[in-house]
């Protein structure tokens, strides 16, 4: 069974916006560590952003401004809702959940930023 579920990737414009889902198999709790990556072909996983315990948030500074990743622990699922995108942001996105001293992953979705 897939412990993580990633949704809402696509193809979109420069400039345009799109919100990706991760939702958890496992409920999660506020003092998880969550967060996403992204992979280009040929090219090592990058980090995105994460958020921690109470809410914390942390953005690698290529999305700084343009990224926002949230949480809601009822619904079990984190969001990275992305803004003002731009070519070089196409990449497949992962996200994960630390929880327990495990890591977990999801499948990733494929973001395609394009005119």
């Known amino acids: 069974q897939d412990q993580l579920v990633e949704s809402g990737g696509g193809l979109v414009q420069p400039g345009g916006s799109l919100r990706l889902s991760c939702a958890a198999a496992?409920?999660?709790?506020?003092?998880?560590?969550m967060g996403w990556y992204r992979q280009t072909p040929g090219k090592e996983r990058e980090w995105v952003a994460t958020i921690g315990s109470g809410s914390s948030t942390n953005y690698a500074d290529s999305v700084k401004g343009r990224f926002t990743i949230s949480r809601d622990v009822g619904n079990n699922t984190v969001y990275l809702q992305m803004n003002s995108l731009k070519p070089e942001d196409t990449a497949v996105y992962y996200c994960y959940l630390k929880q327990w001293g495990n890591t977990y992953w999801g499948q990733g979705t494929q973001v395609t930023v394009s005119s």
């Open positions: 496992r409920s999660i709790f506020s003092t998880n560590v």
